[in-house]
């Protein structure tokens, strides 16, 4: 949410923080998640995840996907997903 420097998703769960960013330069803010337990193949997903979101440094984005850049140059591209109603 550009609007409020705001981040949010879900894995399994929910999760949201703040960030601020300097042009393409970002830091996401610690920030928390509901506590539901998933399928173990989903949280280990998720946890590595949540691992990384600290070690964000930049981003870029293209019409269909917003690519993260971490502090050791792995670059991370997610793609748009609309879901259904």
Do not use: C
Not at 28 to 44: C, E, F, I, V
Not at 57 to 78: D, H, M, P, R
Request: proline share 4%; glycine share 8%.
């Amino acid at each position: 949410d550009e609007k409020e420097n705001r981040y949010y998703g879900k894995v399994v769960n929910n999760y949201f923080g703040n960030y601020t960013k300097d042009n393409h330069k970002i830091t996401l803010h610690a920030g928390g998640s509901t506590m539901m337990m998933g399928p173990k193949k989903a949280m280990a997903v998720e946890q590595k995840w949540f691992e990384l979101l600290p070690q964000v440094v930049a981003y870029s984005q293209t019409e269909n996907s917003l690519i993260l850049t971490l502090e050791n140059g792995t670059k991370l591209k997610l793609n748009k997903t609309i879901l259904p109603n």
